[in-house]
């Protein structure tokens, strides 16, 4: 499928130019011995000029594109590899615009010094242009985010579908597509809900009616506490950087704190909370391992499932609002 995507590329390029270079040998046979005019020769050299251009655009998206993909996916760079794509593309249209101009007449060294003097103007006139470029190039080396992460930027929420020259295009999860300016992005906050290794949190509460005993919720909490140390749902303490990096997350733990840093979360506490208006809660907080949207939903079903079973092993209610009505005596006349 590559060598015939590939080879289908290729034949409109390399067929044009196949012909206009029959076509320039036409033209040298007809004026043999003298040399062919100037003016034929500069076209024949600025159709040259927009054949290759194409044929070395047609190459990048084919049998490039595979190679520059393989790259992508071994790296873990998708946007840097996108970037350093979008530029070639450029460098090679702005070498075919200048091999054209030079043969069109124009003098392309005092054209390059002319744009020393209207560069000024033209940086002025295209300020949030190149602020949006220079935005782009320090997103893709800081790492805030990569292509397919779930984040939440100046209240768009979504996935990253591809940070370009300009604009981060984000799709949101009612499938709608959002373009957000690099300059933008830059002077704001970025949360991201994918830079996360182990820990997804869960907090809860878990009411019971006030007719439970002392003896009941001790045993309840410890239940609870046995139930999240055990289960191979929950994030555990030895789901850690310093567990899982090796020597080099133990020396930088002295720099860093690297769980944080890598993205593990594996606390977990369950206590009395407190007194409610009509219950007695039981505060129950943790991290699932996953962090995936089906996994954790997953997870968090299973244990929940797993606290009512707990609840109703200690002979335990659970409450719900309600209210109680005392009523006097009335005197009878």
């Known amino acids: 499928d590559i060598k015939t995507h590939f080879l289908e590329k290729l034949q409109g390029p390399i067929g044009w130019f196949l012909f206009v270079y029959a076509l320039g040998i036409c033209f040298t046979i007809v004026y043999y011995p003298v040399p062919v005019d100037i003016r034929i020769s500069n076209i024949l050299y600025i159709v040259y000029a927009i054949l290759i251009a194409w ?27 996108n970037l350093i794509i979008k530029i070639l593309y450029f460098i090679i249209i702005v070498i075919a615009a200048l091999f054209i101009l030079a043969h069109l007449g124009f003098n392309i060294s005092a054209l390059i ?18 602020a949006n470029f220079f935005a782009s190039v320090l997103l893709l080396f800081d790492d805030s985010f990569n292509q397919g992460d779930w984040v939440e930027i100046s209240g768009i929420e979504g996935t990253i579908v591809e940070i370009g020259l300009r604009k981060t295009t984000i799709r949101t999860f009612d499938n709608s597509l959002v ?16 830079k996360r290794k182990i820990g997804r949190h869960v ?131």
């Not at 010094?113 to 033209?122: P, Q």
């Not at 949207?293 to 109703?312: H, T």
């Open 55 to 81: 044929l070395a655009i047609n190459i990048f998206d084919s049998y490039g594109m595979v190679v520059v993909a393989k790259l992508a996916e071994k790296s873990g760079k998708r946007e840097v590899v």
């Open 113 to 130: 010094a002319s744009l020393g003097i209207g560069g000024l103007a033209v940086a002025l006139a295209t300020k949030d242009i190149i």
């Open 179 to 194: 373009f957000l300016p690099n300059s933008t992005i830059m002077g704001t906050n970025i949360k991201n809900w994918s």
């Open 203 to 333: 907090k809860m509460f878990i009411g019971v009616t006030y007719d439970a005993r002392p003896e009941q919720l001790e045993k309840c909490v410890e239940d609870i506490k046995e139930l999240l140390a055990n289960s191979p749902l929950i994030a555990q303490v030895d789901d850690s950087a310093l567990k899982k990096g090796g020597s080099r997350a133990k020396y930088r733990q002295n720099l860093v704190s690297v769980n944080d840093l890598e993205g593990y979360k594996n606390a977990s506490y369950v206590s009395v909370y407190g007194f409610g208006a009509s219950s007695i809660d039981i505060e129950v907080y943790f991290y699932t391992k996953a962090v995936d949207a089906r996994g954790f939903r997953e997870a968090r079903q299973a244990i929940l499932l797993e606290l009512m079973k707990i609840v109703e092993k200690n002979n335990l209610s659970f409450a719900f609002p309600s209210q109680s009505l005392y009523i006097e005596k009335i005197n009878k006349e």
